[in-house]
């Protein structure tokens, strides 16, 4: 495919106050293909208009979007790969789940490696209100 982009969360330059009057790391979609930023109805070289977000999963949901457009009417097949997760101490599945929900990120490396393999678009989501318990020790 021709003119895909390459997206990566990246911070924004600078920092933006928040409601309380502190600091806040804000989060923007940058195409790494042509270093242009996502508005929130296409890209542009201008920084300053670039659509903040408070967390990179926050930016990863519109990432997802703006890319599957680039792939409309392209075949698709679905996968699943087991993730462990393991618990010490204490602590409700569901609360384990909300937690990880807000405290993790999954990563891609497409400034290394692309989109996907031969011309795909890889897109891996973790449903984490799907986990459910398989031991308890």
Same mark, same amino acid.
């Given at each position: 495919? &021709?003119?895909?982009?390459?997206? %990566?969360?990246? #911070?924004?330059?600078?920092?933006? $106050?928040? &409601?309380?009057?502190?600091?806040?790391?804000?989060?923007?979609? %940058?195409?790494?293909?042509? $270093? &242009?930023?996502?508005?929130?109805?296409?890209?542009?070289?201008?920084?300053?208009?670039?659509?903040?977000?408070?967390? #990179?999963? $926050?930016?990863? /949901?519109? @990432?997802?979007?703006?890319?599957? %457009?680039?792939?409309?009417?392209?075949? +698709?097949? +679905?996968? *699943?790969?087991?993730?462990?997760?393991?618990?010490?101490? $204490?602590?409700? @599945?569901?609360?384990?789940? %909300?937690?990880?929900? /807000?405290?993790?990120?999954?990563?891609?490396?497409?400034?290394?490696?692309?989109?996907?393999?031969?011309?795909?678009?890889?897109?891996? +989501?973790?449903?984490?209100?799907?986990?459910? /318990?398989?031991?308890? *020790?």
């Amino acid at each position: 495919m &021709t003119n895909v982009p390459v997206l %990566q969360a990246t #911070p924004a330059f600078g920092l933006h $106050e928040n &409601t309380m009057g502190k600091a806040a790391i804000r989060f923007c979609i %940058q195409n790494l293909v042509n $270093e &242009t930023v996502w508005t929130g109805h296409g890209f542009t070289s201008d920084w300053s208009k670039a659509l903040l977000y408070a967390s #990179p999963n $926050e930016a990863c /949901k519109d @990432m997802r979007e703006i890319m599957m %457009q680039f792939y409309d009417g392209a075949p +698709v097949t +679905v996968y *699943e790969a087991p993730v462990r997760i393991e618990v010490f101490g $204490e602590a409700d @599945m569901l609360r384990v789940a %909300q937690w990880l929900s /807000k405290a993790s990120v999954l990563k891609l490396r497409t400034d290394d490696y692309g989109n996907g393999p031969d011309g795909s678009l890889v897109l891996p +989501v973790i449903h984490w209100a799907e986990m459910v /318990k398989v031991s308890h *020790e």
